[in-house]
């Protein structure tokens, strides 16, 4: 499966930002999807990801209850929607993919990777 990730930009603190996942190559159906995010001299973490039929879904500590994850297999799409921005929200941001029923919360679980939208959050 191919991923290719958008929607990224420069918001203000407080503000929001909806990215955007588009696959192709296979239905992401079977897939569990996994948002993470790297900033500059940081480890890659993970921001959110939700499992195959979108039932379950887990979050980063330092986004939990401002982001949301969320997937229409239908469009094979997968989305990140990002409100209450902070500047340390500042970072790449990948989706990932992950031929499994089970939601890994670590990057090295995941098989398939987009090429990174980037972030920026000015205070």
């Known amino acids: 499966v191919q991923l290719q990730a958008s929607g990224g930009g420069l918001a203000q603190a407080g503000g929001s930002l909806r990215l955007s996942c588009a696959a192709s190559?296979?239905?992401?159906?079977?897939?569990?999807m996994g948002w993470f995010r790297q900033a500059p001299g940081k480890d890659r973490e993970l921001v959110a990801a939700?499992?195959?039929?979108?039932?379950?879904?887990t979050y980063g500590l330092s986004v939990k209850g401002r982001f949301t994850i969320s997937r229409d297999n239908a469009k094979n799409m997968v989305f990140l929607q990002m409100d209450s921005l902070k500047p340390e929200d500042t970072a790449v941001y990948y989706c990932?993919?992950?031929?499994?029923?089970?939601?890994?919360?670590?990057?090295?679980?995941?098989?398939?990777w987009g090429q990174g939208t980037l972030v920026t959050v000015s205070s």
């Open positions: 990932a993919a992950d031929w499994t029923l089970v939601v890994h919360r670590t990057s090295y679980e995941y098989d398939y």
């Open positions: 190559g296979d239905n992401i159906g079977g897939y569990a």
């Open positions: 939700i499992s195959p039929d979108g039932s379950y879904t």
